[in-house]
């Protein structure tokens, strides 16, 4: 770590929110799948998207997509 200290990255654990997720042909509860929602309005037109990344294994804590986690279609409804 001397040698090269820009290698490595100290971070702790954060705690992820769990959602119930489509799993094949069924709904599993929000036990079990860990997900990150980020909200972003990319348009400049105050019209939020969504992203959700999510662990795509059991108990993972890995939602980004290079190291084995994936997305999810995201719907951000508004009132009015």
Known sequence: ???N???YI???TLALS???CWIGDHLEGGTSTCVRLRCLDATGTRHTRGLTR???RRGSLVVNSSQGGGGKD????SEG
């Open 1 to 3: 770590m001397r040698a």
């Open 5 to 7: 200290p820009r290698g």
């Open 10 to 12: 100290a971070q702790p």
């Open 18 to 20: 769990r959602h119930p």
């Open 54 to 56: 999510v662990a795509l």
């Open 74 to 77: 995201t719907w951000v409804l």
